[in-house]
């Protein structure tokens, strides 16, 4: 979308928002001994949980004792699906809420997470309250808890939209500041410790179509290598010359998540490809991920902001340079904007830890 303000991003009215905060705890055999058995103490926490989301008007409240990653995407029918490795909330924060437990028979958790999803409208307008509320049950729990253990709690908010929207005919669109979480949540009273990680990035998903593997690739071809390597060199160059130089491929068949170095470290399983990058850093930074003989459906592309991205005016500069750099990759592999979609995701991430209570 053609900006008026460089300080603005210019998105479509159709951009679906999204909100959840993710707790975690690391229980101990300490923490364990307290209960009669795993499953009872799965059970006693879920139900301090459910009674608190009443009283502290939260609606849709998940707890997740498995070890497995919540992921969270919009959708107009709510259910929730299970892999191995992931737990997928399918929902529309517009209309559902809900409560759950996630446990596997005779398994005891490494760590317990608790998923709050937002619920409502207008949810960048009220991320601030809803997340406050979120650590007032925190704190709450906190104290019921064996041994007041410490929480560690993510706050992730997204939008996400198609780059061609306009070329579709959706051609309203409204001008984002896209502020940093922390100045945002300041100027409206919900105080976060000066001790935090916040890390912001953007994500596209492109689907190795049949039009690009024949463009690239020879119809008898068992060495992938050339599709992968012009990829990443049309996403770099596409980049270079605006200020995008952290940047990451993922065409390994694995699903892309994003971490702050600060808490995680580069490191795979066999569903989720774990990316970490140092905001702070001013160093250019390029991992990649793919191989040779492997055929993926898709390539994820991904551009993290610098610290000197989130200017006094928030993250717009820096998404309109993204989306410039995005048409650019998306003319050089002659993509249908009339025809194909090309998902953005801008993503924001803020993590703390709310110490053991004393």
Known sequence: ??????HRVYIPTN??????LLAEIKPDAAFYAGFASA????QQLAQQLFVLMTQHELRNVQL????????????EEAYSLQTEKQILFFYNPKYHEGQGIFTTPDYQARKLRVVFLATG???????A????KVVQLLTAWQQQLPGMPAIKLRDHQQLSYDLFAKAKGHKESYGYKLRGLYPRYKARQCTLPDEHSEITYVTVTLPLTRQLKQHFLTADATDFSLLYQQLEQRFTAACAGKKLDKLAVVANGLTPVVRSSKWDKVENNRELQKVSFNPDCSEPQLLSFWQADKLVESAHFII????????EFGYGRFMNQVEEALRSFARQLEIPSDRQDLVVR???????LLPAAE
């Open 121 to 127: 409208e207008e949810l960048r307008s009220q991320a």
């Open 346 to 352: 801008f993503y924001q991430h803020i993590s703390y």
């Open 64 to 75: 997740i004792a498995n070890d497995k990653l919540p992921v969270v995407r919009f959708h």
């Open 129 to 132: 309250l809803f997340h406050s």
């Open 1 to 6: 979308m053609a900006s008026h303000n460089p």
């Open 15 to 20: 951009a679906r928002s999204n909100q959840y």
């Open 39 to 42: 499953a009872d103490c799965y």
């Open 304 to 311: 993290v902001a610098d610290k000197d991205d989130n200017t």
